[in-house]
């Protein structure tokens, strides 16, 4: 079995393929937590999307996907929720044409994940009563 690829070492391949995001994802506020470290990541590939940089998109993209069952858990959850999960990408744009299979698949189980959530009337009565508490205090 192939072992997973921890924080440290994600990281290091992360700022050794992306060098124009190292300070950022070692800022001391953002080191000690791998989803604001992505959240990096994330902002970077996004500008790349809005300014239609297509090759570092797919350089980014790839990264993703090579990465993607390569490390442990809490990396893999944050890659789906912190990156994929706040991707702003145009349905049939030339960037959701570059998403690997895998990616993309990941990507829409989750957004039809938070539809689902979004018809729990429940749920939803759960949350605004939170929402309307935290206002309150």
Known sequence: MTKLKNQKIFI???VDTFPQIKSE?????YKKFISLQIGCFRHFTQNAIDAGDLETVKKCFEFVDINFNAVVF??????????????EIARDSE???LLPVKLKKAKEEL????ESLSKDE??????ADIKTDLSSS
């Open 12 to 14: 290091s391949e992360l």
């Open 25 to 29: 994802v070692f800022d001391e506020d």
């Open 74 to 87: 809490r990396i893999e959850n944050s890659l789906m929720i912190s990156y994929l999960g706040k991707l």
């Open 95 to 97: 960037v959701e044409k």
């Open 111 to 114: 957004a039809a994940y938070y």
């Open 122 to 127: 429940t749920l939803n009565k759960f949350l």
